[in-house]
């Protein structure tokens, strides 16, 4: 049920994948950006509805947009914390990232879902500690929900894949 991969997001074919999105849901740098460029301009027209309605997405929330050009049928974008030491609610704020996006997923009919790591590239979350965070709330929700079929978790870079890996 819960899978790793070390590769690129935007080509894994799952109902769902999960942007580690900014709070202007506009695109940015790193997976992000990736995302946006390769599901194109659907997934840019979706958020700057979302941004229209209610102003971003804060930091924790999760929004649904679709998947544009990707496999994938929809994008989750969630925004993940800046590190700023951990004593901030870092920590709590990113669980919520995947509590929100698995709920969302759920609340959508989506049976796959994938997630990047989340806050570990230009926000700086602790990667062993971002890893942990991500596994616990992952195996947490499967225990009590099986509407998911499949999770994985996509890694793009070696060190994150190593910490996932030593995990599962």
Same mark, same amino acid.
């Given at each position: 049920? #819960?899978?790793?991969?070390?590769?690129?997001?935007?080509?894994?074919?799952?109902?769902?994948?999960?942007?580690?999105?900014?709070?202007?849901?506009?695109?940015?740098?790193?997976?992000?950006?990736?995302? &946006?460029?390769?599901?194109?301009?659907?997934?840019?027209? @979706?958020?700057?509805?979302?941004?229209?309605?209610?102003?971003?997405?804060?930091?924790?929330?999760?929004?649904?947009?679709?998947?544009?050009?990707?496999?994938?049928?929809?994008?989750? &974008?969630?925004?993940?914390?800046?590190?700023?030491?951990? &004593?901030?609610? @870092?920590?709590?704020?990113?669980? %919520?990232?995947?509590?929100?996006?698995?709920?969302?997923?759920?609340? &959508?009919? *989506?049976?796959?879902?994938?997630?990047?790591?989340?806050?570990?590239?230009?926000?700086?979350?602790?990667?062993?500690?971002?890893?942990?965070?991500?596994?616990?709330?992952?195996?947490?929700?499967?225990?009590?929900?099986?509407?998911?079929?499949? #999770?994985?978790?996509?890694?793009?870079?070696?060190? %994150?894949?190593?910490?996932?890996? *030593?995990?599962?």
């Amino acid at each position: 049920m #819960i899978s790793l991969i070390k590769g690129d997001i935007t080509k894994i074919k799952v109902n769902a994948i999960v942007n580690a999105a900014n709070t202007s849901l506009l695109g940015g740098g790193g997976v992000d950006g990736a995302i &946006h460029r390769a599901g194109g301009a659907a997934i840019l027209e @979706e958020c700057k509805q979302i941004r229209a309605k209610q102003g971003g997405c804060d930091v924790g929330e999760a929004v649904i947009t679709t998947g544009g050009n990707l496999p994938a049928k929809y994008v989750i &974008h969630t925004v993940g914390p800046v590190w700023n030491g951990g &004593h901030k609610g @870092e920590p709590e704020l990113l669980a %919520n990232c995947y509590r929100n996006a698995l709920r969302l997923a759920i609340a &959508h009919g *989506v049976n796959t879902i994938a997630f990047p790591n989340i806050s570990t590239g230009i926000y700086r979350f602790p990667k062993p500690e971002a890893a942990d965070i991500a596994i616990r709330e992952v195996q947490q929700f499967v225990a009590t929900d099986n509407s998911l079929d499949e #999770i994985f978790f996509v890694c793009f870079d070696d060190e %994150n894949y190593s910490l996932y890996k *030593v995990r599962l």
